[in-house]
């Protein structure tokens, strides 16, 4: 604590008056209220505050830092939401199956992350019900890219040692569709399921409601509610395909210099599409998002 009884904290899960908060110098969350009307009303998890202590049992959010990242989406309805703060990697979880696996929306996020300058993560889920060929298959696409990827059991225990390595020093959010597995993966990595009365329970499952996040050594892991869709702002093709890092190359031989790979003649990417050199599925991403197409679910390679 500081002179002027600050003391700087970590939140870890918000709702309307309070959040969770842990100092940096502590391991126990401590509930904090939020001044009405003030900016930090909007605070997310992994935001860096002051807190102050006003009596034994009583704490309050007095500043908050500024954020380093933000992940923000738009929500179906047009409204932008924020999802966490100073986060320096997005682990993108997706299920093999159950729900069927959405390459379309894995897609956006790890170009959202390469775009933002976050490192994406990859987390395949439920090997155990789609097989495990079908598992390094998808696996084996996104490593070619250099999209770190394991492939997770989360309740079984499997991949989780490796993932802690991964993330480990890292601030890291949890994204991809409901149901995926985030918040087995969080809970196998120590993050507590309910955080006292900011969360509720959805619909009979565990559906998360709030985000929430647990302390992992110098680093953070998220856990948010899942997402529907997510959708790239409107960019041109060829910051598009510098965000596919595997058309970089290929970009550099076609015909026109402003070839944007989708039908010009002599176009490289494409031919290496054709070769196999170049997913499918990752291309078809590229398509939909240089056409602005909502991301639809496909089915894998
Ligand atoms: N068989 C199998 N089931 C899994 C695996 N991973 C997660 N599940 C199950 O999938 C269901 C959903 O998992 P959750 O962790 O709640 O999913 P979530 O991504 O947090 O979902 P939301 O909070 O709704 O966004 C649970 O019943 C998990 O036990 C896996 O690798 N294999
Ligand atoms: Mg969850
Ligand atoms: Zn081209």
């Known amino acids: 604590m500081t002179d002027d009884g600050l003391r700087r904290a970590r ?23 939020l001044r009405k009307g003030a900016r930090h009303a909007m ?8 807190a102050k202590q006003i009596a034994d049992d009583r704490v309050v959010v007095d500043t908050v830092h500024p954020r380093s990242f933000a992940l923000v989406r738009r929500t179906g309805g047009g409204r932008v939401k924020t999802m966490a703060a100073n986060v320096d990697t997005i682990a993108v979880v ?8 959405h390459l ?25 019900l789609a097989g495990e060929d079908a598992a390094e298959r998808v696996a084996a696409t996104y490593r070619a890219v250099d999209v770190p990827t394991l492939i997770l059991q989360p309740k ?26 985030k918040s087995s993966i969080f809970r196998a990595l120590g993050g507590i399921g309910v955080v006292g009365d900011l969360s509720r329970f959805g ?13 992992l050594g110098a680093g953070f892991l998220i856990d948010s509610p899942g997402i529907g869709e997510f959708e790239l702002d409107p960019l041109p093709a060829a910051e598009v395909g510098w965000l596919f ?20 003649p002599d176009c490289a990417v494409r031919q290496a599409v054709a070769e196999g050199r170049i997913a499918p599925s990752r291309y078809a991403s590229y398509e939909e998002i240089v056409a602005g197409t909502p991301a639809a679910p496909r089915a894998a390679n």
């Open 94 to 101: 997706a299920a093999l199956v159950e729900p069927p696996l």
């Open 203 to 215: 619909r009979g499952r565990q559906t998360t409601t709030s985000a929430r996040l647990v302390r």
């Open 156 to 181: 079984a225990g499997r991949g989780i040692d490796g993932l802690r390595e991964l993330l480990a020093g890292r601030r890291a959010l949890l994204v991809g569709n409901s149901g995926v597995g």
């Open 104 to 128: 379309a929306m894995v897609d956006r996020l790890v170009a959202f992350a390469l775009q933002h300058e976050v490192d994406p993560l990859l987390l395949l889920t439920k090997a155990d």
């Open 43 to 50: 605070l997310v998890p992994g935001d860096l505050v002051e």
């Open 245 to 264: 890092p595997e058309m970089r190359e290929p970009a550099t031989r076609c015909r026109f210099a402003d070839c944007r790979h989708l039908t010009e």
């Open 11 to 33: 939140v870890i899960a918000v709702g309307r008056n309070a959040a969770w908060i842990v100092a940096e110098d502590e391991s126990e969350p401590r509930l904090a209220s």
